[in-house]
């Protein structure tokens, strides 16, 4: 199980348990709480003055709990309900890219998935919901998309992985997704064909009309 915290520091954190101890309390209280365990802790720079922290928990070691829990998953249960509690979130390791569009009047919603492409009308964009909600990550080239089912999924925003965002973010701006597609040959006249572009946008780097830009990987805390 691997966990991430977004963390701030004016220095540069040599020790991480000192760090934690000392400045966020209540991340390191999850270590001090299941003493039991032992992760590995690793830091990535981010700039700014802010850190992501890892925290990694290999499975085997929650055999040592079940003399205390009824079973290991149900220990792995128990230790991310308390990290989350205290902070920490488990890093994602999937996602499912989501676009719509308007054929004439009527809205058609798609998504893909390891499984492949699935698209649905109007009238049925809660089983697609449903299959949504199995993913920690929604990946999306703009936050436009994401109004069409805000009623239905009203915690999307907080999965939500804005690829123009994050292009805009590094460089104060990003093109338009039909612009995108004539440099990568993707026809994007189709959602599918949007899809497979979005698929395309989350590997590093991306290519831009005037260059190339790093964007930061789909798995980050949303809030940086």
Excluded at 25 to 36: I, M
């Amino acid at each position: 199980m691997k966990l991430q915290a977004l963390v701030e520091s004016e220095d540069r954190i040599e020790d991480v348990l000192s760090f934690l101890r000392e400045k966020y309390p209540e991340k390191y209280a999850l270590l001090e709480n299941w003493e039991e365990l032992n992760p590995s802790l690793e830091v990535q720079e981010l700039g700014d003055g802010r850190y992501l922290i890892f925290l990694d928990v290999p499975e085997e070691e929650f055999d040592k709990l079940t003399g205390i829990f009824p079973s290991k998953e149900e220990a792995m249960g128990a230790f991310l309900t308390t990290a989350m509690e205290a902070g920490w979130e488990e890093v994602p390791s999937s996602y499912v890219i989501y676009h719509a569009d308007f054929e004439g009047d009527k809205l058609i919603a798609a998504i893909k998935t390891e499984e492949g492409v699935s698209k649905y009308d109007q009238l049925h964009l809660e089983d697609m919901i449903r299959k949504m909600l199995r993913y920690p990550r929604v990946v999306v080239y703009s936050s436009d998309v994401l109004t069409y089912i805000k009623d239905i999924y009203p915690e999307v925003d907080s999965k939500a992985y804005v690829i123009s965002r994050e292009i805009a973010r590094e460089k104060g701006r990003a093109p338009d997704l039909e612009d995108l597609g004539k440099i990568y040959g993707i026809d994007t006249s189709t959602l599918e064909g949007k899809l497979q572009l979005l698929e395309e946008l989350i590997k590093n780097p991306v290519k831009l009309p005037d260059g190339e830009v790093q964007i930061r990987p789909y798995y980050y805390p949303l809030e940086t």
